[in-house]
């Protein structure tokens, strides 16, 4: 062993000195934001599910690449993608969603139930995915949540040397080619257990949190137990095929939107097409299947929230609709296909329980609702959604603190407030299209959206300043930095960039392809470089204080000896 002489042990006080120093004045590196899979894991969940791995910058694939990416432009022809990244399907099993499985699970000790636990879903007539008639018109979709000024002042900069575009495009260039040569047709028809409906084009989900009921012959029906994922969920894989539909369509839309490469295009839009318009493959525009417990026919309100993550997709189809391989009649059939589809959700009792929810699942069921409105051209009812969410969603869900109070109250706490303040900013952008500023609006008592955000953020800097029951860590953390980033433009507060850095630093982020849809003018390096520096003068962004306590007694510890 080391003898920790009076040399060692003041050479080893200046090393852990020079790391605090790393970690408090570090400015290297790219400008990162969320890129770990929307894990805590994306694959599991209709409940309430994770934060959904279809985002841009997430992906579960973190293979180390051969090299780090250039900080010279990237070339603008990608070459022949030469590695085949394949999407694995969950092994589903053969049986009905009323039978339990015969596969050996081990249960959660803790089981909680209630009569609403018991409760499945409402029936409702189950509309079909049809063809678009003559008389529908293509027309062009809008942008949701990106906007086109955005994309196209990144494009234009896009051969500067500017560190952290350049490694958004890098990022983007190498999913992009994996992604075009994968050669899984996503569609609901892959699932080998039918709804109870035995049709294979409709969609269908297995309630997270439910388990089979020991007290009773068979375990039927499944009772609910918060907080413990049953790995059942994966036997049916259109949750998790819907997510890696989304990503890989995000992707490849981006790298043909910056790269002007139509082959990625037509991977992309054969995704799209086979999911919603060809006939042998397409899904049934409702979700009357989702989150459905074993023991019930009906799947429940709650599974409206497996389509929170379609906005992204709508914005990818702005993309892609200028593509060759778009090509005509798709954007009508679409139009068909989320025409009903919307029908369906403001409709069906399962949709209507669902909007009365008063946590994450009633915030994203105002996202659905608002993007789809605003993306078929239906303003006036996009504008009433989010003209609501005033009353309904911040001053119902947030306290005068911050606290968003039904999410605190959850065992994953950190997780659940971060997914639900994810929704509430994808609500505020929505509603930027209709005239309705989210952004600021505040009760009379103090209640508002960026209210939420700073009462996050000590537990961010410092986990152990986060006071809730909390099971799942706090991975969650990095989908922090794309709030921040958004908060830093949109309330112009260099502080939440500050923050955003530090938050991406203690996450290990390395690529952040979400850069690329967000304003150069606010994130190019010289801008990013200037605030870093302003900020560190004036001591604006300071560590949690117990962190640089704790490390000042360590070294206390070991330099004391020297002198004794």
């Known amino acids: 062993m080391l003898a920790f002489t009076k040399t060692n042990r003041l050479l080893l006080a200046v090393i852990v000195v020079l790391c605090l120093l790393q970690v408090v004045f570090a400015q290297d590196g790219a400008d990162t934001g969320v890129s770990t899979n929307d894990d805590v894991s994306p694959q599991q969940g209709n409940d309430s599910p994770v934060p959904d791995d279809n985002d841009i910058d997430d992906d579960e694939d973190t293979g180390s690449p051969a090299e780090a990416p250039s900080t010279q432009p990237v070339n603008n022809a990608p070459e022949t993608p030469n590695d085949n990244d394949q999407a694995h399907n969950p092994a589903p099993d053969n049986t009905s969603p009323e039978t339990p499985s015969q596969t050996k699970t081990t249960h959660p000790a803790a089981r909680t139930t209630s009569v609403a636990d018991k409760i499945g879903g409402w029936p409702y007539p189950i509309p079909e995915a049809k063809d678009a008639t003559d008389d529908i018109q293509d027309g062009t979709f809008p942008f949701v949540r990106i906007h086109e000024k955005d994309l196209e002042s990144n494009k234009q900069h896009m051969n500067e040397p500017d560190q952290a575009l350049q490694n958004a495009l890098w990022y983007l260039q190498t ?115 989702a989150s459905i417990i074993r023991g019930y026919d009906m799947g429940r309100a709650k599974g409206v929230i497996d389509f929170s993550v379609i906005t992204d997709l709508l914005d990818s189809i702005a993309i892609l609709q200028h593509s060759k391989a778009w090509g005509p009649r798709t954007s009508a059939g679409l139009r068909v296909w989320f025409t009903t589809y919307l029908d369906w959700l403001r409709n069906s009792p399962n949709g209507n329980f669902e909007k009365t929810a008063h946590n994450n699942h009633g915030t994203y ?96 800097v410092n986990n152990s300043q986060w006071q809730f029951k909390n099971t799942e860590g706090f991975a969650a953390s990095s989908h922090l930095v794309e709030l921040l980033q958004k908060a830093y433009i949109v309330y112009n507060a260099s502080e939440y960039l500050a923050l955003s850095r530090y938050v991406s630093n203690q996450q290990s982020q390395l690529y952040n392809v979400t850069r690329l849809t967000m304003p150069w003018e606010s994130l190019n390096d010289g801008v990013v470089r200037k605030i870093h520096t302003e900020t560190q003068s004036s001591s604006t962004f300071l560590l949690p204080s117990s962190f640089l306590a704790a490390s000042v007694s360590i070294v206390a510890m070991m330099v004391a000896p020297i002198f004794m």
């Open 175 to 289: 999913k992009a080619r994996r992604y075009v040569t994968n050669t899984t047709v996503f569609s609901v028809v892959n699932k080998k257990i039918n709804a109870p409906s035995n049709d294979s084009h409709d969609y269908m989900s297995l309630a997270r949190y439910f388990w089979p009921d020991e007290s009773v012959p068979g375990g039927l029906p499944y009772v609910r137990v918060d907080g413990h994922v049953n790995p059942e969920i994966r036997s049916v894989p259109d949750y998790a095929m819907l997510r890696e539909m989304i990503k890989q369509v995000q992707f490849l839309s981006l790298a043909y939107y910056y790269f002007d490469n139509e082959t990625y295009a037509e991977k992309a839009t054969s995704h799209v097409k086979n999911w919603f318009l060809n006939k042998e493959t397409r899904m049934n525009p409702h979700l009357q299947y």
């Open 365 to 460: 069921y105002d996202v659905q609702q608002l993007a789809i409105s605003y993306f078929l051209g239906q303003d006036k009812f996009a504008m009433e959604v989010a003209q609501n969410a005033t009353a309904n969603r911040i001053a119902q869900q947030i306290l005068a603190t911050g606290e968003q109070y039904f999410e605190t109250d959850r065992p994953f706490s950190w997780f659940y407030s971060v997914y639900n303040l994810r929704g509430m900013f994808q609500l505020a952008e929505l509603a930027e299209h209709v005239r309705v500023d989210l952004w600021n609006y505040r009760t009379v008592d103090g209640k508002s959206i960026k209210g939420a955000l700073d009462f996050l953020l000590p537990g961010a």
